[in-house]
């Protein structure tokens, strides 16, 4: 697995931005992938995850109903829409590879990493 994350960028309060996430090496078809970020100072915090099939998603409570995430396996790519953003959403956002084919907010679950996209926020 080889993981790119991109798509990140500065944006004002309120806009948008979708990340996406592709293997490279055309692997993850059958794990599911989650996306987390961390803020400087701040502890790694689950964003989401998407299990193998796409049908099955988890966000953490900080950004449900204003992001989403799908999967194209054709494709090998995640993504996370972002809408509504807020200055708080500013991090490093960073996709990863499951061990397993449904999602969690355990990181210790995640196996495999991408180097991260920055997202800011401003207000």
């Known amino acids: 697995v080889q993981l790119q994350a991109s798509g990140g960028g500065l944006v004002q309060a309120g806009g948008s931005l979708r990340l996406s996430c592709v293997d490279s090496k055309r692997t993850f078809s059958n794990n599911a992938v989650g996306w987390f970020r961390q803020a400087p100072g701040k502890e790694r915090e689950f964003v989401s995850s998407?299990?193998?099939?796409?049908?099955?998603?988890y966000y953490g409570d900080s950004v449900k109903g204003r992001f989403s995430t799908s999967r194209d396996n054709a494709k090998n790519t995640v993504y996370l829409q972002m809408n509504s953003l807020k200055p708080e959403d500013t991090a490093i956002y960073y996709c990863?590879?499951?061990?397993?084919?449904?999602?969690?907010?355990?990181?210790?679950?995640?196996?495999?990493w991408g180097q991260g996209t920055q997202v800011t926020v401003s207000s």
């Open positions: 998407i299990n193998w099939r796409g049908g099955t998603t």
């Open positions: 990863a590879v499951s061990r397993y084919s449904t999602g969690s907010v355990n990181s210790d679950h995640y196996r495999y």
